[in-house]
């Protein structure tokens, strides 16, 4: 029954868990089942997204068998790993609900304690973003985990303790998530600080994963901070891109401005020439002109991209 349209039931979820997994036959079923007892505890109508990726344990079978019995699990099979940011992407355009929650699935959280915990916290305080902060946490990855969590509230000001946990978003926040590439599923909140929702914390419980092995390795440290980079570098300059490369070249050009004076003084006073530092503010020069005509090409390439959008949305309008 993992097929590429899932059954959707007629009622409108006010909740969508959305579940990446991957080799999780051991903790999945109490995933699932538990996210629609949260569901019951709360009183609430609820559905539960599942990215089959690329399992090569029993998770597709127990997936089938939960369909059968939960109408509103809708379940999403990659015949192999595409990944976690590809299946969150694939699970957000398909949800339904006001609010949608991540939530693994490994049991570390769990959703008949957590959902509630979240949806509240969310609630009370008129937030658009709540993210969970693990509690007694003890596993392999948090000496990872602070790196990761120094560079968001340092280089991205997101002042969160645990920023690539558990979170409720609000529908408006992933309709507004740009395209997600690579490993951009970690950046979830600093994505949506930066478009100025309003986002909190709520401490939540944790525990070790009572079965399976977790995904993660040590390779992924350099990788992440590559991408926090490129996250960092889109949404401050994707709609200004001259304000980058302009403001390289400009420093470029005034260094080697500085430079010549200074060589000119040098030649001019003592007799002295430094051929050296003379071809390397030239070329520096030549350097920052060609960011310049980066930058400027750049800009074109925004204001188109900016009417082509323009463009589709009315056509939808009009469709």
């Known amino acids: 029954m993992n097929n590429e349209e899932p059954i959707i039931p007629s009622s409108h979820p006010y909740i969508s868990v959305v579940v990446p997994a991957r080799d999780e036959a051991g903790t999945i079923a109490q995933v699932v089942e538990r996210s629609f007892a949260a569901y019951a505890e709360m009183?609430?109508?609820?559905?539960?997204?599942?990215?089959?990726?690329?399992?090569?344990?029993?998770?597709?079978?127990?997936?089938?068998?939960?369909?059968?019995?939960?109408?509103?699990?809708?379940?999403f099979t990659n015949r192999r790993s595409q990944g976690m940011t590809?299946?969150?992407?694939?699970?957000?355009?398909?949800?339904?609900?006001?609010?949608?929650?991540?939530?693994?699935?490994?049991?570390?959280?769990?959703?008949?304690?957590?959902?509630?915990?979240?949806v509240r916290h969310l609630e009370a305080n008129d937030l658009d973003v709540a993210a969970g902060w693990r509690q007694g946490r003890k596993d392999g990855k948090v000496f990872a985990s602070a790196i990761y969590n120094f560079v968001m509230r340092n280089l991205a000001g997101v002042k969160v303790?645990?920023?690539?946990?558990?979170?409720?978003?609000?529908?408006?926040?992933?309709?507004?998530?740009?395209?997600?590439?690579?490993?951009?599923?970690?950046?979830?909140?600093?994505?949506?600080?930066?478009?100025?929702?309003?986002?909190?914390?709520?401490?939540?419980?944790?525990?070790?994963?009572?079965?399976?092995?977790?995904k993660f390795g040590f390779s992924r440290i350099p990788i992440s901070l590559l991408d926090v980079l490129v996250v960092k570098f889109l949404l401050t300059f994707s709609r200004a891109p001259m304000r980058f490369f302009g403001g390289l070249g400009l420093a470029g050009i005034v260094i080697s401005l500085l430079t010549f004076l200074y060589l000119t003084g040098l030649y001019v006073f003592t007799d002295t020439q430094q051929r050296p530092i003379f071809i390397a503010a030239g070329i520096l020069a030549v350097i920052s002109v060609l960011l310049f005509l980066v930058g400027f090409l750049a800009e074109l390439i925004v204001?188109?991209?900016?009417?082509?959008?323009?463009?589709?949305?009315?056509?939808?309008?009009k469709g």
């Open 43 to 75: 009183g609430c109508t609820g559905e539960v997204l599942v990215v089959n990726d690329g399992s090569t344990d029993g998770t597709g079978p127990l997936l089938d068998d939960l369909q059968r019995k939960h109408p509103a699990l809708r379940v």
């Open 86 to 118: 590809a299946g969150l992407q694939r699970m957000f355009s398909a949800s339904r609900g006001d609010i949608v929650i991540l939530i693994p699935g490994d049991m570390e959280s769990d959703p008949l304690v957590d959902v509630p915990i979240l």
């Open 161 to 214: 303790h645990d920023g690539n946990w558990i979170k409720a978003m609000r529908r408006e926040v992933i309709e507004n998530f740009p395209p997600l590439r690579s490993d951009w599923h970690r950046f979830l909140l600093m994505i949506a600080a930066q478009q100025g929702f309003r986002l909190g914390e709520v401490k939540t419980p944790y525990k070790p994963r009572p079965a399976g092995s977790s």
């Open 303 to 317: 204001s188109q991209t900016e009417r082509i959008e323009a463009l589709e949305k009315r056509e939808g309008m």
